[in-house]
């Protein structure tokens, strides 16, 4: 039999074999025509195949900053609401078979937006992609990490004892004793790691952990990306005298952070000492270092009423700094956070966009943004390609 070829005379190349003697000829020339179809395509989906990344409501900005890197687009997707608020999700392509990224923060309607994003996953999921990532740039319900210890001591017992025994109780007195009844407190942050690995996600991409064990939570892989790099960054270029800088922690519990960062810049480090009443509100403050005629840098992984970093700044000053900046991975700014820094002695308060602050940068002129959408693409891109992610950790993918 002779082979039969294309209608256009003057392409020769696209012999395609009826039947032919040697099979393997035949098979060989199909493959050879199907791989000159397949260099026709789209040259981003070649260096990208088998890959979508969606976005949830809560941080559109940040996901087509992340497709952009990547240089891909944006999945579809439609989210509505019912008329009783229930939330509908519909995927507007097909993903079977790919290797799926939703994008989502926990900020703004935190509920809404984390029910949104297991509703996303669990669609992908059943759907028939191969793999859902789910990328959380500021994880919800972090701080509800642990139960606190029982703290309550024998005058506050007595005092509550003596408000029960009031005939008009009111039950907005029992606000002073709250943490003693925090030994049943939940630990949210699991119920979260829960929901999302009973929703179908396979792998968890986040940034600053509130604590680092968050990540024992889940049975699933969790990639904690830090914004360090990015921090050090910008301090360098943006911080004439840093080489006179001291790095602070609000609290203790930020003092591995802040050695760290030290370090690498070389400077020495700072920590204050808070004891707290209540939620949301500091008792006292004990600096422990030298901050006379230094600049400070009050470095922390979130800000949410910004009573904590205020309070900070005002005893830097009080104890000689010259200047005193702050430097946030999460600027969630609730409540008086705004009007708190505007009356405050910062130079210039620096957060990372993993919430959106367009509004906030609106509202308050010393706030500034450092953009880390180029190392969730680039954790997205090296775990897509089955590469380490390690490199992250220290370098910014610039």
Known sequence: MQDTKCADPEQNDCVMPVRSANPIRARSLIRDNLEKQAGSLNLIHSRMPNIKVFSGTSHPDLAQRIVDRLGIDLGKVVTKKFSNLETCVEIGESVRGEDVYIVQSGSGEINDNLMELLIMINACKIASASRVTAVIPCFPYARQDKKDKLAG???????????????????KFR????????????????????????????????????ASQIQGFFDIPVDNLYAEPAVLKWIKENIPEWKNSIIVSPDAGGAKRVTSIADRLNVEFALIHKERKKANEVASMVLVGDVKDKIAILVDDMADTCGTIVHAADRLVEAGATKVYAILTHGIFSGPAISRINNACFEAVVVTNTIPQDGHMRDCPKIQCIDVSMMFAEAVRRTHNGESVSYLFSNVPY
């Open 153 to 171: 001591s024998e005058d506050k017992k007595q005092d509550e004892s003596k408000i029960l025994a009031k005939k008009n109780y009111d039950w």
């Open 175 to 210: 606000e002073f004793t709250a943490r003693q009844y925090t030994s049943r407190a939940p630990i949210s942050a699991k119920l979260v790691a829960n929901m999302l690995s009973v929703a179908g996600a396979d792998h968890i991409i986040t940034m600053d952990l509130h």
